[in-house]
């Protein structure tokens, strides 16, 4: 047995409905907020300019679909405010291909990826992922002072080196062929 429906149900749905839209649309209005990667960038300190100006910089390579760069959004604006006066902030998209060759020069893999530099402009460590608070704090602290960044990797003076195939086949997609590295 159905029973006809009420005309209340149908009101309570459609007042669900409209409140779920407002929800929706609130929801997606936060990310033009202050701490949105949009809204960080276009206040962003200009890398040229950045890497000019006798202060240290804390350069983040960064992608507005990336979602560990968006997690720390929030974070990385409190830390602009913090220390804005004494810090450039640079940031730069990956998506956009004015950035390629910084994008190549730092040999960026993986985003968020975090490039400090000394007053002078030269790049001393690099971090990649998602930081703590806690952590790029103190790394920027330490970058102000001159001191070791304690929450990063420097990138050493390295070997060049030179590959070549050996083995039956001269497709290095072939199984039969080895990769022998020497160094130069």
Known sequence: MTTP???????????????LGVALFIGLRTDQSAN??????????????????????LAEFYADWCTSCQAMAADLAALKTEFGDRVNFAMLNIDNN???PEVL??????????VFFDPAGESVAEAIGQQTPTALTA???AL???EEL?????RGQTSEFEMELKGSGTDPRSHSAQIQAEST
């Not at 429906?5 to 409140?19: Q, Y």
């Not at 730092?106 to 975090?114: K, L, M, Q, R, T």
């Not at 304690?150 to 420097?154: A, K, N, R, T």
């Open 139 to 141: 790394d920027i602290e």
């Open 36 to 57: 949105s990667l949009t809204a960080q960038a276009e206040k962003a300190i200009p890398l040229e300019v950045a890497l000019t100006n006798g202060k240290p910089t």
């Open 5 to 19: 429906s009420s005309p209340w149900r149908n009101l309570i749905l459609a007042t669900v409905a409209i409140a």
């Open 98 to 100: 004015k950035w390629l």
């Open 144 to 146: 102000i002072t001159g």
């Open 150 to 154: 304690p929450y990063i990797y420097s």
């Open 105 to 114: 020069r730092y040999e960026v893999d993986g985003i968020p990826h975090f």
